[in-house]
């Protein structure tokens, strides 16, 4: 899997691991040779977070065993990439340059290649954020950002914002989307943003926390913007018919589905099991070579159509 895009702001690889319940959910060992699986096999965009506001004040040590996977892993610092997150739960209490000293230290580096900056629950002060992100891209803490769930109107004045003062503006949009959310990546508000060739989108979340494979995880997952979940669990048997009638398994038709999407730059998912990453890689070339198949095969499992497109839920 060597498939590089450049939509992010940098070239990476199309598919991505993240880090929300998934370094903490497996043996040290299985997680240091899953890195080192996916670094060779050309997945080098690692999305670690440190987990400690807002919803996701949990305290999870999935960062600091991230850290400490890829060191023994022997992967070096310049054969992967991180993106990191910037939360904006208690912005701007807790600043950036705070924020970043915490989440780089505990993984064991000294910047990464990109951050997204999200979310919140009450608009915050977006020329801030706009002008403190450029501060940190200044001092070199990591090079392009990107944004989690914003509202449109506040991804607009960012956008608008960056532009009139010349600072750097965001790249990349990190969403929810799969084969049955939908809404905000293809509605018109952030569409006309990644038509202009302003954003790309990094889709996140894509299998909803494993209920669209049919799964019932035990586990905390993601949030259920317009409370779809149980038509979603209720789907999942269609995803895994339309799966065998492509021949492959139903997380590569997930993803295949987002990755022949236009805007999408990357993918990002996360596996506890080699098993899981070796089936994963094959929705690249899926992709490739019948993702428009894949897309018409499951048109009609736009399960969040009546979720406003606009991120304000």
């Not at 999935?62 to 070096?76: H, P």
């Not at 994963?280 to 499992?301: K, Q």
């Amino acid at each position: 899997m060597d498939e590089k895009r450049n939509g992010l702001g940098f070239a990476t690889s199309a598919l991505s691991l993240g880090s929300w319940n998934t370094w903490d959910r497996m043996d040290f060992g299985d997680a240091v040779r899953l890195i080192r699986h996916a670094v060779d096999s050309g997945v080098t965009l690692f999305d670690v977070a440190h987990y400690d506001m807002g919803p996701h004040s949990e305290q999870s040590r999935t960062d600091l065993l991230f850290g400490e996977a890829v060191r023994a892993s022997g992967v070096k610092r310049d054969e992967y990439q991180l993106c990191g997150k910037l939360w904006l739960w208690d912005y701007p209490n807790t600043g950036f340059a705070e924020q970043l000293d915490t989440s780089f230290d505990r993984i064991g580096v000294d910047r990464a290649e990109a951050v997204v900056v999200g979310d919140y629950f009450e608009r915050p002060d977006i020329p801030r954020i706009v002008t403190e992100v450029a501060e940190q891209i200044r001092l070199g803490r990591f090079d392009v950002w990107g944004v989690n769930n914003w509202h449109a109107p506040d991804l607009d004045l960012a956008l608008e914002f960056a532009a009139r003062e010349g600072l750097p503006a965001p790249r990349f949009a990190q969403l929810k989307y799969s084969i049955a959310r939908r809404s905000m990546a293809e509605g018109s508000f952030y569409g006309r943003h990644f038509e202009a060739g302003r954003l790309t989108l990094q889709a996140s979340d894509v299998f909803e926390g494993g209920v669209l494979l049919g799964k019932t995880p035990a586990r905390k997952i993601g949030a259920d913007p317009g409370g779809i979940r149980d038509s979603i669990r209720d789907a999942a048997s269609r995803v895994a018919a339309v799966a065998g009638d492509f021949g492959v398994s139903p997380s590569q038709l997930a993803l295949a589905f987002c990755l022949a999407y236009e805007p999408v730059a990357n993918v990002l998912f996360g596996v506890s099991r080699m098993a899981q990453l070796e089936d994963n890689l094959g929705a690249v070339a899926l992709a490739a070579s019948r993702g428009a198949e894949v897309r018409a095969a499951l048109e009609d499992l736009w399960l969040d159509r009546s979720v406003a497109a606009d991120g304000t839920f």
